[in-house]
């Protein structure tokens, strides 16, 4: 006999990702962030709550640790059936992601957990012993993992939590993750020059890149306990946009007039000025990642789009770590996407994603006893 | 702005798989039976009807020949959006799948297609060059090809159209496929004795392993027009549940008292009174698929779920090509699925499902001029 | 200080391939014939005699299981250098592969072994609980798993027993094996209609294929003592020059005149009559081997080269069994090479070895317990 | 009919490696050192030269790029065969590799070659349009390459030019190689801190590592002419030994009684001091190099056995090409090997080289147009 319950009833629930402590609903901000459930019984649903003006949210859901949907979601509030038919007595793991990064180019777009429907019984699900916070740009947002090559329509189908790097690299470690992560954004500013696309910025919010009074209204704007969840690494996958503001033409502020670009020199090579600006973005924000999270590892990854800025952030992590004192803080190289292993929207593929996921793991699994 | 059409309004929509010619609405039977469209338009959205007792269908579709979703379908008529945002100009192509078979225990479980919600325009799908006919098991049904090693439940969330071996071959060699299939049945009879789970008895029939009233009336026990479809090929992975029958209890009709089993020896081997049975039902099911399908090569395919019957299953065919002159009917055997291939169920996984269609799509190209 | 020691006062040396038992000094005949020794010391020679008109003879080795070495052999009784400069206490594994086939045209191509120049102790080699005997044609004879794509010259230098599916498939289940092999030859006749190159007919001789005094006088003709070295498995790997020779033009023996041909007829397909003359060839040989080796399982092993005659081969075998009762014969196809697989002389390179004794080691230990 | 003909005879032939010009004998020096013929004719032969003391040199050799033979060399000077029976009117492209380093620790060690014998003619071999030189340590002289795992007896067997990442790299992208490196060696130090193996000190030189009169007399200290062969890129894989000798005891000189050691602080870390020191190093080789090589891009790899030092290696570049405007300098991080990739005495095996020739080879190829 299926019976509702509200999330709030349900302590053996483990929420992922940054949220807020409010589960009357559950509000999911970031990719990948979601529920997690061991639960009997032979059907599951979940009541979710959905918002939007232009970005519609996706998710994806695994039962015993497999993929088995993925769907776009409409807005309202509704029940969507997640398993059923399954043998009643035996405990169903079942995970729910969303696979949309928090849009926000879109201060409406929001997935809220409201009950679940069901004729089992919840246990809890265990922490892992290892916990990881990725903080990236559309590669960590999974941007161009799902969809044909010749896409190119930034649109919410083609972003994905399942398959990234992230994903696969905490299953391949056993670890619990969390996304940190914007599409087009940077350490100092966005692919097109904008200042205020700097992830640094926002990094002590629960999610305070959510724009407008809905956000301010869910709590996304309030200060992140990091007492509450502190990981074992923190991966920092930045870079890849700064170094295209280069390239690009300058960004105007609409309401002050107010412009500003990264600029090349006459021989093509990138204004030194402006590099150290990008340096002291990438030392400032690795001192305030150490002073919010002080027993992580700290490794800085680069590479799954070109490696042009390699020079430049590994100088800076060297600087940090060496004017901080700082022993725990390293550079990765990650593998180069190829013709062979792109996605959609010229971004990483699947197949870049594992082999990034295999070198990360590789060497996250030398600091690991 | 969106409006709404109904798909018999729609003449540039292709049907794929056996179904009837209604259209008001068009009914989808079987494993990968669906729709494709090539639309211009920023958004799209099917009205679908799906009715079942125990065995709810999924669906997976692609955009542009990548998969980007697939969800459990809820009974009732309603809408689902596949696309939205997209470029309004280009031409988008949606390939529609039912994900499960036709489910021969369940005379409710069908999906309907009634119509599109859309902005755009719709373009002709092109006939593709080369047709390939299915035949199969729980294989060819994409059992397993979903789901935890660790699942044991008959359920449809385990069944997957997309990623199949026949998904696959039809994908390497741009052909257009349908798939004729049956989880537990045979060319003699089921995996455990039941000669009723005979594919070779409905293969006239545009669909009529399922049962009841609701199939009568949506004719799916109508005579299949094979002339309307003609394969180049033909694929027949049959034998692995009659194998499997000399192993399992007898089957006992509840009706009429009567019981079936194919005997083992006392020395463990195959009775061959019964083997020959067996080896005159693929002799006679090569007959008809020669009948129906005048022009095609017939190949038998054996051996993802190991190659105990191969021997018996090669001299039948042997023997129907020696005694009819049928010079285009052939055996291959397919890679068997390893401890790294498997999937939910004992089942073959997508591993053992792509090396089984890089196989059999590298020995159909010998055919292709 | 190195000392020089005759073979036959070394009894803890392993020798491999069939062979007399002469061992002043040991001769090799087939594909993979060595000797294995497990010695301490710093350094480590071998004494060679080696003859030939046509065919040079190569060799490889191994050290502690890992290939270091392959070289063509000039004419005469010379040293050779395996190894040196090695940490004198440890014990080094050190195997010594005849590179090329018995070479039937060449009457004088032997490599003989007299004796070891070395400053250590030999220790035991311990037999493997497995043993595996190799019956074959060129691609048992590894042609064509050495050289560049381009090369087309029948030469010793494009054989190798190292890489091969034999070699592997004994790697991967940690057993002793053995190759009885000729390239071009058949299980009726030769790739060119030769019925003298039918392998059964030499299978009771230590290696009756070698023509001339040379060979009587090293006592190749002698009967193989079969007692001495049962296998758990025989695998044949025959039918692809038999195939073939229906292709071909007839062969005319030059000293009788007599001609011989396996027949097409005209619409293309094989003359019958011709193909159950084979498929009685294959029923004998499996039923000598069966004789000659009471406990093996015996597989008849198919497709590296295609599989044209598949299932003229499965039904004379399923046949074979059947008329004979043996419930340890049954029948694999191999992995077909592809572009990508393909080495010189349009013959299985490494990669098709790989795969094949991939398949074949994966089917071989369903009946280890 | 066979012939001999004197190497300086057959100006055809293209020399490989760092030498001398002298042609009575050829002398070879380095890792891939060697000759490459376009021969027609039936049959090849090489007359070689082989002293050493210690350390026995190696060889491997290819037949149309394809590796057909490797083999330890005895002491003395005398005929080796390459090839036999071949089609005579056909070219052949014979290519000799020296398998083994420039043996520092031996200063007799050396291959010469004297003539060749055959019975065709030599045709031009053209030169490639691309070149690359390879500086480095073990790594670069494809130590472990050969030999099982657990091998630990650093000798000339586990040696190898063939199958390394410098040969991959260059088959890849269609280049001629070079190259010039020292197992142990670093920019500063060795792995066991003796200042005086250091790769910078001799790069001028043809071949200034091999110590001692013979060196002399073969002219091995002779100033490198740069000009001769000016690469299109410098692959520079240096660093790990610099690493590891921060954990290694100080190293006194037994002449002077002057000892050197990278210190590490009492916490762990590096003294500071002394990566300056090393970074210093590196800087100046950099210097060196481009006054050298003045159009040549150089490329900084290292990884192949961690990344312990990425950071400091990292920022020396950076601060080279920022010091010095030099636009033409890059640092690349190489695949890490793991336990699967892992070949002979804890050095990266076939797999790592593949590996890394991939990145390196795709990261060149964004500089070839």
Redesign the interface.
Known sequence: MLRETQIKEVPQMKVHGRTTKCREPLTLFWTAGGFECNVTGSEFWVELEVTYD???P?FSYT??????????L?KGRYWV???????PESVKNVRFYKDLQAMSDDGSSYIHIHAFRHDGAFLPVADKALKIEFIGDSITSGEGL???K????W???FFSAVKSYAYQTARILDAEYRVYSQSGWGVHNTWDNNPGGALPKYYQQICGVMPGPENERLGGNQQHEFADWQPDFVIVNLGTNDAASFDQPEWVDEKTGASHKMRRNP?G?CH?DDVRVFQQAVKDFLGLIRACNPRARIVWCY?MIG?DF???I??A???Y??ESGD?KV????L??M?DESVG?REHPGYLCHKQAAE?LS??LKKFIE
């Open positions: 232009v970005y519609e996706w039962v015993n640790g497999d993929w088995v949907g993925r769907q776009m409409q059936p997640l398993f059923r038919g399954m043998s799902i969809g044909a010749q896409e190119v329509d649109i919410p189908m021989d090579s030194m590479g490696i390699q020079m430049y590994c100088e992590v060297a600087a770590a060496q022993g390293s550079y990765l190289q593998p180069d190829t959609s070198v590789g060497y």
